[in-house]
């Protein structure tokens, strides 16, 4: 079975302090692993699809980086409008295409 | 440009009760869509998905249904709710964009509480 966890649940930075979030994958070939950022009480906002090992995105402070196992989603000098819960999904190349098996998510809180 | 409708934004209900939640796609035609489920403390849970007019996939058994009448409407239906199906319900629509940049576009969301 397909599964995404992502770590940590809950992550609080200072404004400029640069961290990572983690999440790691199991699944039966990967077709796309896709990064999201969600509002509370708002629909997901699509940040990044990354499709095979090695690859790499970036906007603004964001960059997403993929491996055979996991991907990280690497915040650089943080400001307090990232914060938000960010979502990692996997969609398999096998099986049913259109399914996106999502992670619980990483809830990201940036202090001024 | 696309975009996505989907209504209402809250919606509480009693148990028992019937449910019909709307979702609309503009700026595009013949789109992949779906119907996600948010519930507290889990990832979001794919209900249902249609690749075309008439034509639904179940991804969970459950008592939720969705009919896809027009090309670019998508309603997901309950005749009787449940307390379990509470939870922030999505519609989603791919965009297969060029070369690399497939994605998933989601609507705003709609909050479902059953009491």
């Known amino acids: 079975e397909d599964q995404v966890t992502q770590s940590p649940e809950a992550l609080r930075l200072q404004e400029g302090e640069s961290s990572s979030l983690n999440c790691s994958y199991t699944?039966?070939?990967?077709?796309?692993l896709f990064w999201y950022r969600q509002d509370p009480g708002k629909g997901p906002e699509f940040l990044f699809t990354?499709?095979?090992a090695g690859e790499e995105k970036e906007k603004e402070r964001l960059k997403a980086t993929l491996t055979k196992k996991e991907s990280f989603l690497h915040i650089t000098a943080p400001k307090p409008e990232d914060s938000a819960t960010y979502l990692c999904?996997?969609?398999?190349?096998?099986?049913?295409?259109?399914?996106?098996?999502f992670g619980k998510g990483t809830k990201l809180t940036v202090n001024p | 440009s696309q975009t996505i409708h989907q209504w209402p934004a809250t919606l509480v209900q009693p148990v028992g009760s019937p449910l019909s939640l709307e979702c609309t796609v503009e700026g595009t035609s013949n789109p992949n869509l779906y119907w996600y489920r948010q519930a507290a403390g889990r990832g979001l849970q794919l209900l249902f998905y249609s690749v075309g007019i008439g034509q639904i996939s179940s991804e969970v058994p459950q008592n939720l249904s969705a009919s896809r009448p027009q090309d670019r409407q998508f309603i997901l239906s309950s005749k009787k709710l449940l307390l379990s199906d509470s939870g922030f319900y999505l519609c989603?629509?791919?965009?297969w964009g060029a070369g690399t940049n497939e994605k998933l576009f989601f609507g705003s969301g709609t909050q479902l509480s059953v009491l």
């Open positions: 990354l499709y095979s």
């Open positions: 699944v039966s070939g990967l077709r796309g």
């Open positions: 989603a629509w791919r965009w």
């Open positions: 999904a996997v969609q398999a190349a096998q099986g049913g295409s259109e399914k996106l098996v």
